[in-house]
């Protein structure tokens, strides 16, 4: 009899947990619609203003990273700011950023995941145009107010 109550306890559990973790249908799609804005302003925003706009959009918080080719290149968001303040205008003056095959997984109602294709046509300080390809993953996160990316990883596709 302790088996069947036993056994029974550990089906509850399992079914009450599996319904939290998942999103209604309207809030998915309210979700997916949100940071699909997001994307888009990042692009537009990056494009117009330059690479320094993209301080719009990193979550100030302990747990901002960011990755690129299998590297951390930022531990922190108080090192990704120097960089994009102070250095990233110095090489960079503008940048024509387009995403491709947007994917966003609803996490919960301030979590999701976007993965997607990037293309960007740079233009350096020196006048040289450069070209990157790849794939750029982050987790976006809603404070209440805004979405903010954090733990971006930007993997360049081999040329």
């Not at 960089?83 to 491709?100: A, F, H, K, V």
């Not at 095959?101 to 006048?127: K, S």
């Not at 987790?139 to 107010?145: K, L, N, P, R, S």
Request: glycine share 8%.
């Amino acid at each position: 009899m302790n088996h069947f109550l036993f056994a029974g306890c550990i089906l509850a559990m399992l079914c009450s947990c599996r319904g939290k973790r998942e999103l209604p249908g309207a809030d998915r799609t309210t979700v997916k619609d949100s940071v699909t804005g997001l994307m888009m302003r990042i692009g537009a925003d990056i494009s117009k203003s330059g690479p320094t706009r993209w301080l719009n959009y990193f979550e100030d918080d302990p747990g901002f990273f960011m990755a690129s080719d299998g590297a951390v290149k930022f531990g922190d968001f108080q090192s990704a700011k120097t960089y994009t303040r102070d250095s990233l205008p110095q090489i960079i003056s503008r940048i024509l950023l387009t995403w491709d095959h947007l994917r966003i997984d609803p996490l919960n109602r301030e979590y999701a995941y976007v993965g997607t294709d990037f293309d960007e046509d740079i233009t350096l300080t020196n006048g040289q145009k450069v070209s990157d390809v790849g794939f750029f993953a982050a987790v976006a996160h809603f404070d209440g107010t805004t979405w903010k990316l954090r733990n971006l990883n930007w993997a360049s596709k081999p040329r």
